[in-house]
């Protein structure tokens, strides 16, 4: 029978990569030879925290097993090997008011915001679908305009390279807002699955501010008789 051990490297840096926990990808298997081609499976289980926008690649050593003792039998570990890299897809935003090109802005009848959400890690070839939604900072919840449409918008692309952007352009009538800014929300999919997701509220990059202005009359009464 034969073992497979299975590495991901880290591949801007040519190390072993370690996960969302701080723990070495490993993996293993075991098989045994029906002819002298074929192929194996190894699968590798990690937590993705903290690696989005890498590329991960795939090295992996054979041993052939008998009488308990393991010899090398090959090596693959090749870091510019397209078909054992992965990709851990990343999205980041910056949203701004189109007439202030800012993330400042003012309550009126009509603002357009556009959000440009940059990508890296995607697929070439391959469609995905961005869904947008503008949340009330003050209490997180979907953004609701004066007529009455959710702000909530979604645009399907396919991008050329594993790296760009893609603009997302609110339309909204802001007139009820009662809160002093908006966040936008971005989910990233593909096939009906989530890829990942940018839900930060604190995210200054990501908000749109409508600041208040409010007024104190202070005077002096004379009384006159």
């Known amino acids: 029978s034969y073992k497979i051990n299975g590495t991901l490297m880290n591949k801007s840096t040519g190390e072993a990569a370690v996960d969302g926990d701080g723990k070495p990808i490993t993996a293993s298997g075991v098989f045994t030879a029906g002819s002298a081609t074929g192929t194996a499976t190894v699968t590798f289980t990690f937590n993705t925290n903290g690696m989005a926008g890498g590329a991960y690649v795939a090295f992996e050593e054979v041993y052939e097993t008998t009488g308990g003792k393991e010899t090398l039998w090959g090596t693959h570990m090749d ?56 949340v009330e900072k003050s209490t997180g919840k979907t953004f609701v305009d004066a007529n009455g449409k959710t702000a909530t918008i979604t645009q399907t692309f396919t991008p050329d390279s594993d790296s760009g952007s893609v603009d997302m352009v609110f339309d909204i009538n802001p007139s009820n807002l009662k809160t002093s800014a908006l966040v936008a929300f971005e989910t990233l999919s593909c096939n009906g699955e989530q890829v990942t997701i940018e839900n930060d509220l604190d995210n200054e990059q990501q908000t749109l501010h409508f600041p208040i202005l409010g007024t104190t009359a202070k005077g002096k009464v004379v009384m006159r008789r």
Request: aromatic share 8%; hydrophobic share 30%; glycine share 6%.
């Open 79 to 134: 870091l510019n090997d397209e078909a054992q890299t992965v990709y851990v897809p990343s999205i980041s935003t910056n949203l701004i008011d189109e007439d202030s090109q800012t993330n400042y802005t003012y309550i009126r009848d009509n603002v357009k915001a556009h959000d440009l959400v940059t990508y890296e890690g995607l697929i070439a070839g391959k469609t995905y679908k961005l869904t947008g939604t503008l």
